[in-house]
């Protein structure tokens, strides 16, 4: 079946430190990805996307690249902030009207 | 952008009450709202899927007529959690979409924290 395995966290970084979370999935056929942002208390916030092979999304200095090849997705910034402490979690979806799989989230922590 | 506005934020409330969660679509038609569940530090789970007009298509293993669900007009889905018990307490968020394209995104509302005592 459909699923999307992501590193397990807390993470914890200092300021400006670079950022990996890793994102692998299993598919059939060719799903969306994404990337979603969850803070403390609130709802989900779409963070970035991509529909297919190659495509890279990015926003707010963080990047991802669809590779088919390796089935992954993983999330990067270079430079990381106190503000990015969030939960992350990465997920597929096959069309707008399909339901979203998500992985079970990095809690992602930056200290000052 | 499109926004979905969910709720109650918060309720708490007694044991074996029912509690009713909506969700809205403020700015554009919601043909298909999703319903999900999220236990404390953990992902989360699909509920069930709802299109305008006709019922609700439930997750295996979510009781359909525990968590009611309405979607009755193109901006308002309803979650009903009918005689409410803690085992029942989570974290509750809808989305909605407004169309079948695969660039149509998914809007998530700000989700209903619900604590049942």
């Known amino acids: 079946g459909n699923s999307v395995t992501q590193m397990e966290g807390p993470v914890t970084l200092s300021e400006e430190a670079f950022l990996t979370i890793n994102c692998t999935y299993t598919?059939?056929?060719?799903?969306?990805l994404f990337w979603y942002v969850q803070y403390p208390g609130e709802g989900l916030q779409l963070l970035l996307k991509?529909?297919?092979?190659?495509d890279k999304g990015s926003n707010k200095g963080f990047e991802a690249t669809y590779r088919k090849e390796t089935t992954s997705f993983h999330l990067e910034k270079g430079s990381v902030q106190v503000s990015d402490s969030a939960v992350y979690f990465c997920?597929?979806?096959?069309?707008?009207?399909?339901?979203?799989?998500f992985g079970s989230g990095t809690r992602l922590s930056i200290r000052p | 952008g499109a926004v979905v506005s969910q709720h109650p934020s918060w309720v708490i409330c007694k044991s074996g009450t029912s509690v009713k969660i909506e969700c809205r679509s403020l700015d554009f038609q919601a043909t298909t709202m999703f319903w999900y569940r999220q236990f404390p530090k953990q992902s989360l789970m699909l509920m069930a899927t709802?299109?305008?007009?006709?019922?609700?298509?439930?997750e295996q293993g979510v009781e359909k007529d525990k968590f009611l669900i309405n979607h009755a007009s193109l901006t308002l889905s309803t979650l009903t959690v009918t005689s409410a018990h803690p085992e029942d307490s989570s974290f509750y968020i809808c989305?909605?979409?407004?169309?079948?394209?695969?660039?149509?995104?998914?809007?998530f509302g700000d989700g209903t924290r619900l604590s049942i005592l």
């Open positions: 598919a059939t056929g060719y799903p969306s």
């Open positions: 997920a597929l979806r096959y069309s707008s009207a399909s339901k979203i799989i």
């Open positions: 991509a529909t297919k092979a190659d």
């Open positions: 989305s909605a979409t407004s169309g079948t394209g695969l660039d149509q995104p998914q809007h």
């Open positions: 709802s299109n305008e007009g006709s019922k609700a298509t439930y």
